[in-house]
């Protein structure tokens, strides 16, 4: 298993999935960076997103980690992160 990351800035941007520990949800978590997303300023940013069907915390709204979610508080913010495992051999690509 790959060793866990505490320094959230490393983790990929590029729309990579990664496995997350979240406070209060585990580690289970597979997230990925998306830039798809327009602030209240009506401007573009990015956000930690649930790429695999799976409850994310209550306070993301609709899957994704907001600065300040719909009920005016922050989301709880993944503290770590880890590559995801390769997949069992022969089904790459499949």
Known sequence: ?????????????????????????????????DE????????????WTYVEDREPPEDWTDGVCWEVNEDGKPSTQPTAWTHLPPPPDGTEGE
């Open 36 to 47: 798809a997303y327009i602030d209240s300023a009506n401007r573009p940013c990015g956000s």
């Open 1 to 33: 298993m790959t060793a866990w990351n505490t320094n959230m800035d490393e983790a990929p941007r590029d729309g990579t999935a990664i496995q997350a520990r979240i406070p209060g949800h585990g580690e289970d978590n597979i997230i990925a960076w």
